[in-house]
């Protein structure tokens, strides 16, 4: 099945430093990449997902870059501010069930003010 | 907004009693999952449903049985619970996932500690 791994567990940056959390996989049919936030205490919250045909998503200070090649996930948090210390995860599905996805182990970001 | 709780919220059991963690959505979403959540690990996929009075296998299902009674209810049942169920477990629902790119709707957790 699926294996995907992330780096790195942990990650502290100062306010206004971006932040890069990765993610690799296994499977060349994954088809399907996300990223999820969770604040303490909370469930996850999808911050924005993207299909293969898709190599670079930007939105509202984040980017999302897909290395298909090198089976390579990125999150990049641009000018971190504290409000975005949390844990995050990337997760990813594909053929034959895309409903199922698989979810790397987690980057606690902590952004020190 | 979409919503989904659960409950309880959190629990305390004994090894070898009955477990019975409930969920509930409001969001008319057809995919309804089960996963736990252990320290240093992201989440596994217990059991999934598409659809009411089914359910699917997903990742580490042993030690755990599913039920959908109805589109907006699916409860996690441990017959027998051990020490290694120790997790926080999250409900969560969907459309479909794909090229919908439908997200996942999670529950706040349930935190299950058995002794």
């Known amino acids: 099945g699926e294996q995907v791994e992330q780096r790195p567990p942990h990650l502290s940056v100062r306010e206004g430093d971006s932040a890069i959390i990765i993610c690799t996989y296994t499977?060349?049919?994954?088809?399907?990449f996300s990223w999820y936030k969770q604040e303490a205490g909370a469930g996850l919250q999808l911050l924005m997902s993207v299909l293969s045909n898709v190599d670079r998503k930007e939105e509202q200070g984040l980017t999302v870059l897909l290395n298909k090649k090198d089976k390579r996930l990125s999150l990049n948090l641009t000018a971190a501010h504290p409000g975005d210390s949390a844990v995050y995860f990337c997760a990813v599905s594909g053929m034959p069930n895309y409903n199922v996805l698989y979810f790397g182990s987690g980057t606690k970001l902590t952004v020190e003010p | 907004e979409a919503a989904v709780t659960q409950s309880p919220r959190s629990k305390v059991a004994v090894t070898g009693g009955k477990v019975t963690l409930s969920c509930h959505q409001t969001n008319n979403h057809d995919y309804m999952y089960w996963y736990r959540q252990d320290t240093g690990h992201g989440l596994r996929l217990i059991h999934y449903?598409?659809?009411?009075?089914?359910?699917e296998k997903g990742d580490i299902p042993d030690g755990y049985k599913a039920s959908r009674p109805s589109q907006e209810n699916f409860s996690l049942i441990l017959e027998l619970a051990s020490l290694s169920q120790t997790a926080v477990y999250f409900c969560a629902s969907s459309d479909a996932v794909g090229e919908n790119t439908g997200q996942l709707y999670f529950g706040e957790g349930s935190k299950l500690t058995v002794l």
């Open positions: 449903s598409y659809v009411a009075d089914s359910t």
């Open positions: 499977d060349s049919a994954t088809a399907y």
